[in-house]
């Protein structure tokens, strides 16, 4: 005998999108799962660093604050990509990886829809130059994120269109 849905304790979901860990990671939440052995809730998200590696979390502590590192903070805190200073390079690989997974979702290849995102800066020798080529790189990767942002919001606008047209 299997348990319905109305026998499963309710999932408090955890909402989708852009998160800074407390330490300065940063997470991309993609959905709230369910353990089959605890049927306890579970966020699943994806590191946007390093291997990009996929994580589950119980939904009840991703969402928690408390007192992490000597201070009180949420454990994890959700960014809007639209808002936020593209000042160093985890943040703005973040925001690019998210970014074209959200546009991946509905479809849309970054890339060729707008450009690729300018590229990391290899010739910075490090003495803080006046128009350094990571200040026209961060200036560039602002540039990209709202255009890509812009982008998005349009196609999403579209297919909500089309779907309450249908």
């Not at 128009?131 to 790189?137: I, K, M, T």
């Amino acid at each position: 005998m299997s348990a319905s849905d109305t026998d499963l304790p309710p999932l408090l979901p955890t909402p989708p999108g852009l998160y800074r860990h407390y330490k300065g990671g940063w997470y991309e939440v993609l959905d709230t799962v369910r353990c089959s052995e605890t049927l306890q809730g579970m966020t699943l998200y994806r590191a946007l660093y390093g291997g990009f590696g996929l994580w589950v979390r119980p939904a009840a502590m991703f969402g928690e604050s408390g007192v992490f590192e000597g201070r009180a903070q949420p454990r994890f805190v959700r960014r809007d990509p639209a808002g936020l200073l593209l000042a160093d390079l985890p943040t703005a690989r973040a925001v690019v990886a998210h970014l074209r997974a959200q546009a991946h979702q509905r479809g849309l290849d970054l890339d060729t829809a707008l450009r690729r995102p300018p590229p990391e800066p290899t010739t910075c020798c490090g003495r803080g130059c006046n128009g350094c080529v990571w200040e026209g790189f961060y200036t560039a990767i602002h540039h990209w994120r709202d255009d890509a942002c812009a982008l998005l919001t349009a196609h999403g606008d579209r297919a909500g269109h089309a779907a309450a047209a249908a």
